[in-house]
């Protein structure tokens, strides 16, 4: 069975065609799970609304905490770090994590720069190699397949790559840089663009990037459905 991570970081909690000022990046993202469970109901869903509830950002104690040795740590460090271990462990349940964000102020909104802020964490999503000085970093999560899909709304056009305005574009790159940090390196991104327009111009983006999404569905459904190579799974049978 696949389990995926549905995060949704748009301010506005309503859908897009539905209730007024209502979200794209939802949209989005809701069809993406929504086409996901009626392919593979079997599958499980978390589902967090980090626009709505915002994790916490990270404090003194929190850093004082992250950055002590866990059999050092006092009562207090492991409260102070108890919300980035839920969403620590519910990142590393994840195979696919699916990230509903528009596009603020040519980065991501708070809410979503705090999540990463909690879940990219010492000894727990990287590691520390001190014999390598040059480059000690160890991602954590490259233990097995996974895949982060970023489904994004943007109100002006161009932010895509190649676009004239995709130097201004902050949020995609910086999620891919995270996310590969700590080892999620297969990066799917759909976006919508042109709100701010509107028209014919966002209708068609619209209707683009939700053909985009269903064909994104099928193509990992069949990735995740493929049988392993011989020799992976002589490993798996060993191991049981």
């Known amino acids: 069975m696949t389990h995926l991570l549905h995060l949704d970081a748009s301010a506005r909690p309503g859908l897009a065609g539905k209730d007024e000022h209502g979200s794209h990046s939802r949209n989005?993202?809701?069809?993406?799970?929504?086409?996901?469970?009626?392919r593979r109901p079997q599958d499980?869903?978390?589902?967090?609304?980090?626009?709505?509830?915002?994790p916490s950002f990270v404090s003194h104690d929190w850093i004082a905490s992250a950055f002590t040795p866990e059999e050092r740590q006092q009562p207090w460090m492991k409260?102070?770090?108890?919300?980035?271990?839920?969403?620590?462990?519910?990142?590393?349940?994840?195979?696919?994590?699916?990230?509903?964000?528009?596009?603020?102020?040519?980065?991501?909104?708070?809410?979503?720069?705090a999540w990463i802020d909690q879940v990219v964490r010492l000894n727990r999503t990287v590691g520390m190699d001190e014999s390598n000085p040059l480059d000690p970093y160890v991602p954590m999560l490259g233990d097995r397949e996974r895949h982060a899909v970023?489904?994004?709304?943007?109100?002006?056009?161009?932010?895509?790559?190649?676009?004239?305005?995709?130097?201004?574009n902050h949020l995609e790159p910086n999620l891919a840089t995270a996310l590969g940090f700590i080892g999620i390196t297969r990066i799917h991104q759909i976006a919508i663009e042109g709100q701010e327009i509107g028209g014919e111009l966002l209708a068609s983006s619209v209707a683009e990037a939700l053909r985009q999404v269903d064909a994104l569905v099928s193509t990992l459904q069949a990735t995740v459905e493929a049988p392993l190579p011989d020799a992976h799974r002589q490993a798996e049978c060993a191991a049981m």
């Open 28 to 38: 989005l993202s809701q069809r993406f799970i929504s086409q996901w469970l009626e």
């Open 44 to 54: 499980g869903v978390t589902y967090r609304d980090i626009g709505q509830n915002p």
């Open 79 to 113: 409260d102070a770090l108890a919300e980035s271990d839920r969403l620590v462990d519910e990142l590393l349940a994840a195979d696919v994590l699916v990230i509903g964000t528009p596009l603020y102020n040519f980065g991501m909104p708070a809410a979503l720069k």
């Open 150 to 168: 970023i489904l994004t709304a943007r109100g002006g056009v161009g932010f895509g790559p190649g676009g004239a305005m995709a130097h201004m």
